[in-house]
């Protein structure tokens, strides 16, 4: 338990910051796409920095600049032309810069950016037609979050059989299903606060929310798994430093990049939300 302190600190930080965010968002919508840009962007620079390719200029400057302006457009009909601009200026550098970048630092670049960018995009993706963005951004950052601290308390004080032990050391088969019942439960939560607080002139679907809670918890231990083996392969502790207790963004936000485009996916069979 001695990292919950840290990790609380940066709670009282961060979830203050987010709901300043929301309450703008809810006004200007555009601001989303540029939040979730900026952040996007911060993340792929950790993950080229982790391997010292920031540096690589012409490398790192058209993953970052993709990163920041497909969260802005990827709701629009535009998105399969800037996929392809952006595949044409990877394959420029791979010629030009061929004897400075090797294939294997320009496929570690390309797999992170495409993997951030369209995770992290996808939320403002299914914000820019949404009916609440602040519902969509609680669903998002709330399920990985509760499915986290399900699987940090219930692993801590239960956690006997390890789950993955050379990747992540400290995760339990315990705490997996101690995350995926706190993720359940509070998605159900979440539905019934704006259900019946702040939302009550529409329908919320609990059926998609206990879905969506079933499904975020594993794909959040998966995002987790599949950033730390990266790291553990380039013996990296953590992709930097910025929230006490987490370290950088990527650390913070790897599990979202893998839960967020699943709400959009069941969005599609079934809306979270209808009016009347």
């Known amino acids: 338990m001695k990292s919950l302190k840290p990790r609380l600190l940066t709670a009282a930080i961060g979830i ?18 540029i939040v979730l840009g ?20 012409a490398l790192s400057i058209p993953c970052i600049l993709f990163t920041f302006l497909l969260s802005m457009i990827i709701a629009s009909k535009y998105v399969f032309v800037f996929l392809f601009l952006f595949a044409i200026a990877i394959f420029f550098v791979m010629i030009m810069k061929h004897e400075d970048i090797s294939f294997t630092d ?12 369209f995770g992290m995009s996808s939320l403002a993706s299914i914000c820019s037609g949404g009916y609440s963005i602040t519902f969509y951004f609680v669903v998002a950052f709330a399920l990985p979050w509760m499915a986290d601290a399900g699987g940090f308390f219930i692993g801590a004080s239960m956690g006997s059989h390890k789950l993955c032990p050379k990747i992540s050391p400290k995760k ?35 059926w998609a929310l206990i879905l969506i809670g079933a499904i975020d918890a594993p794909l959040s231990i998966l995002g987790d ?31 979202i990049i893998f839960t967020a485009p699943v709400l959009v996916a069941v969005h599609q069979f079934m809306p979270f939300i209808t009016l009347g």
């Open 16 to 33: 203050p910051i987010i709901l300043i965010m929301l309450f703008f968002a809810e006004m200007w919508t555009p601001l989303v796409g």
């Open 38 to 57: 900026i952040a996007s962007s911060f993340m792929v620079g950790e993950y080229l920095n982790a391997v010292k390719l920031l540096n690589k200029l």
């Open 106 to 117: 320009l496929s570690y670049a390309i797999l992170g950016t495409l993997i951030i960018s």
């Open 172 to 206: 339990t088969v315990e705490g997996a299903v101690g995350g995926i019942l706190f993720c359940i439960l509070s998605a159900v939560a979440i539905g019934v606060i704006f259900q019946f607080c702040v939302m009550p002139e529409v329908s919320i679907n609990f």
């Open 225 to 255: 798994l599949s950033f730390s083996l990266i790291k553990r392969n380039f013996s990296i502790k953590d992709y930097g430093s910025i929230f006490p207790g987490h370290g950088g963004m990527l650390d913070r936000f790897d599990s």
